[in-house]
């Protein structure tokens, strides 16, 4: 299932400041793993980047909400829009971020899927996050998993999980992801795997930091307990046009490593 993005004609019009290059927006749930019935709070939230895409420390809310999409798709292909459901959380117009409630009705993997457009400081931007949690009947009893988590939503710029990003996910246990760039894969890049209050070494860090190989693929093994946010960002100087001197892609993918993975509970 595809998120649309802004459409061409009116990313100057309806998305002209909703997207920054210093800045990332991505998705979270308080919960990967709910009940059948159970609310699930989807956060939308931004990060400012200035230092280079080195952590994911919270600078604020976006500003609006025009020409950004956010929904739940279910495990039966089913697509709910948030972004109506969305309540801001801050104080002051510039602190904390937007919220959503869903209730799960069906138990299966759900996928809450972002994506922005827009051009400001004469670039356009293509941002696109994703994040998972699963439903089920009775947690000790999760559903048998199912590879639908491993198609891409066609996101410019995209990080595929290829292990289970719930059920997969574990102390020790690898994180393998494929990286796509327009639907092809994108080799030789740099993906940034970035535990919660981590702040990744200047240039690139061999602990948190992987490079794809020829088929877009890279793998990370996390310690126990970290709260992982995979990363990239791709600079397009020579993609032009009408208002824009570049073009600016970014990917997040957030993934929850419990202390321990839920298929061994």
């Not at 948030?82 to 801050?90: H, K, R, S």
């Not at 117009?93 to 996928?111: I, M, Q």
């Not at 981590?198 to 240039?203: D, E, V």
């Not at 073009?247 to 321990?260: D, G, S």
Request: aromatic share 6%; with cysteine; hydrophobic share 40%.
């Amino acid at each position: 299932m595809k998120i649309p993005l802004c459409g061409a004609a009116t990313v100057a019009v309806a998305c002209a400041a909703a997207v920054s290059q210093a800045h990332d927006t991505w998705v979270q749930t308080a919960t990967t793993v709910a009940r059948t019935a159970d609310v699930v709070h989807v956060d939308l939230v931004l990060g400012n980047h200035g230092n280079d895409h080195r952590d994911f420390k919270i600078a604020g809310k976006i500003g609006s909400l025009d020409g950004a999409t956010l929904a739940v798709l279910g495990p039966d292909g089913s697509s709910t829009d948030l972004v109506p459901a969305l309540v801001d959380l801050g104080f002051a117009p510039k602190e904390g971020y937007w919220s959503a409630r869903f209730v799960t009705a069906r138990e299966g993997l759900h996928c809450v899927a972002h994506a922005r457009s827009g051009i400001r400081h004469r670039a356009m931007g293509f941002k696109g996050g994703k994040a998972w949690f699963l439903a089920a009947d009775a947690l000790d009893t999760p559903p048998q998993p199912t590879a639908e988590f491993t198609k891409p939503l066609g996101h410019p710029l995209e990080l595929v999980p290829e292990t289970h990003p719930v059920l997969g996910t574990g102390p020790g246990k690898p994180i393998a992801v494929r990286l796509l760039f327009k639907g092809e894969p994108l080799a030789d890049h740099r993906v940034s795997f970035i535990p919660r209050g981590t702040t990744l070494a200047a240039g690139f860090d061999p602990t948190y930091e992987r490079m794809t190989d020829a088929e877009g693929r890279c793998r990370y093994t996390p310690n126990e307990g970290t709260f992982v946010l995979v990363v990239t960002h791709l600079e397009k100087p020579d993609e032009k046009g009408e208002g824009f001197d570049k073009t600016v892609y970014a990917a997040t993918l957030v993934l929850n490593v419990p202390q321990r993975c839920a298929c061994c509970d």
